[in-house]
Structures are given as C-alpha cells and as structure tokens.
C-alpha cells in the first residue's frame, strides 16, 4: 500500500500581508523624513501649527514616501535579490506580486496628493507628488544604475518633505525652507557613501556604480569628509540668516564635529568599524539636529 504525502499550501495571513505591504514602504526610513517634516512646520509656525494641519501633512507625507519606495522596491527588485541586504524584502521574497507591490504604490500616491489637496494645501501636495516622481523617474530609474554621482543628485528627493512641512503652514517656500533642503541634501552623500563601504561587494554584484566600486575607497574617504564639511557649514547658514538662535549654533558645532570626526578617521585608519560609526551616527545627528531647530525656535 503506497502513502502519499499531502502537500500543504501556506495561505498569507492578513498579518504577513500586513507586513509585507509595510516592508514595501520601508518604515525606518519614512520615519526619519516625517521627523523633519514636522520640525519643518514648527520652525514655520514659530510653534506647534494645530493638530489637524499636523496629522494631515503627516498622513499625506507618510503616503508619500510609501509611494516612492514601494515603486522603488518594484523598480529595483531584479537587483534587490542579489544584494544580503535586499533579498529578504517583500518581493525577492516573493511575499508581494510585482502588480500589487506597483499599484499600491501607485494607490500610496494618489491617495497622498489627494489628502494634502484637500486638508492642507495645492503647493505641499504638489511638492509631494513632484518628490514621488523625482524619486521614481530620476534616481531609480535613470541615476542610481548609471552614475556614481546617484546618491548625490538623487537625494534631493528625500529633501524635499521639510519644504513639503513648510509650505503646509506658510503655503509658500521661503529662504530658511530652503537651507534646510540643503541640509538634508548634504547629509545623503556621506550617510549613504558610508553604507557603501559596508556593502561595496553588494553593490558590486549588482552591478551599482556606488562610489567605492568606480572610483574606489580613497575618493570616497575624500568625498564623505568634503560632504561632511560643506553639510557643517550650510546648517550653520541658519545662524548666520538669523532664522535659528545661538542654542542651534552650539548645537550645529557639536553635532558637525561629531559627524567630521569619524570621517577623518575613517580616512586614516581604512577601518569599517569607522564606516559602520559614521553610518549610524549621520542617522542620529540628522534627527537631533532638526530637534535642536524645534527646541530653538519653540524657546525664542
């Protein structure tokens, strides 16, 4: 008598579901980018702005984001499952068909222009679809597979949020917006060149032109410590424009210095323990940084 074994087919709970469309947004990095959307509007607002313009701007930007990086996970999942770091997201991991994972992107988008429209305004709903496809159309699609100057250019993307918190309170995008665009804008290349190090066979199998892979380690040690000096510099310009008080200046020094000193050392040791630190701390000065500008302002 021949037994055969049953074969069992697992069904996705709405839990896996749940958590497969979450890991299409890349939560940890949307948090950071709603943190200094916030920030953003309480500089504007020279206080906290009310709690619907806030929970509205948060929602739409939060969408927002979702939408970039959810098609940015369907853009690049034929080089997500080469990467140990990627190969385990929603769709190498097959947890998401590539039609879903693009359409609620698309869903996210849609949804984030039409929140901002109509419970904040037409300019930070604009800035947010015009970041979405900025995002979409020049960094994943053209700049991240063709230029080890990607991460530059392209993190203006993830810039834009603060001028989208902005133009949430003042339906406008003024010169200290824009300064804190810069901020961000400068903080990218060395963030992300420093995860390079870490991941430089990664990207090499990919096929990524990340910085360590063209131009090799020297130029990037020489670069991020550049970066990191043109970024302590433009966040001391808020001082100099009168928009943040001395408290932010002590604050910009001391967080600029930290972030400058393991970029020298990265430079001279060639250690990726430096690397490693250097990556972490970025995350941490960025958010801190922006919370020096809420205390500052909120104080004066």
């Known amino acids: 008598m021949t037994m055969q074994r049953a074969t069992v087919v697992a069904v996705p ?19 950071l980018l709603l943190g200094t959307t916030l920030a953003a509007m309480v500089v504007a607002a020279g206080g906290f702005p009310s ?49 879903q994972a693009l359409y609620f992107g698309l869903g996210l988008g849609v949804g984030s222009f039409i ?11 604009v800035l947010a679809v015009a970041a979405i496809g900025f995002y979409v159309g020049v960094y994943t699609m053209w700049l991240k597979r063709t230029t080890p100057q990607n991460i530059v250019i392209g993190g203006a993307a993830g810039a834009v949020p603060v001028l989208v918190g902005w133009a949430a309170v ?22 992300f060149w420093a995860l390079s190090l870490l991941l430089k066979k990664d990207y090499a199998r990919a096929s990524i032109p990340m910085l360590p892979v063209v131009a090799g380690e020297r130029e990037t040690y020489r670069q991020i410590i550049l970066y990191t000096l043109l970024l302590l510099a ?27 000193i ?5 430079a001279q040791h060639k250690s990726l323990k430096y690397a490693r630190v250097m990556f972490w701390f970025s995350n941490y000065y960025l958010a801190i940084l922006f919370a020096v500008m809420v205390v500052d302002r909120v104080l004066r």
């Open 170 to 191: 003042t339906n406008s995008v003024s010169l200290t917006s824009v300064w804190m665009f810069l901020i961000i804008f400068l903080w990218t290349p060395p963030h």
């Open 115 to 125: 929140i901002l429209f109509l419970f904040v305004n037409l300019l930070s709903a």
């Open 262 to 266: 393991p970029a020298i050392l990265l």
């Open 13 to 31: 709970t709405w839990r896996s579901a749940a958590s497969a469309y979450l890991n299409l947004v890349k939560p940890h990095v949307t948090v």
């Open 234 to 260: 433009a966040s001391l310009m808020l001082f100099a424009i009168q928009a943040m008080g001395y408290l932010y200046l002590v604050g910009a020094v001391l967080l600029g210095a930290g972030l400058l």
């Open 51 to 99: 709690f619907g313009l806030v929970l509205s701007t948060l929602v739409g930007g939060s969408m927002a984001a979702g939408s970039a990086n959810a098609i940015n996970c369907y853009w690049d999942r034929d080089i997500d499952v080469l990467m140990s770091r990627t190969r385990n997201r929603a769709l190498p991991a097959h947890r998401v068909s590539d039609s």
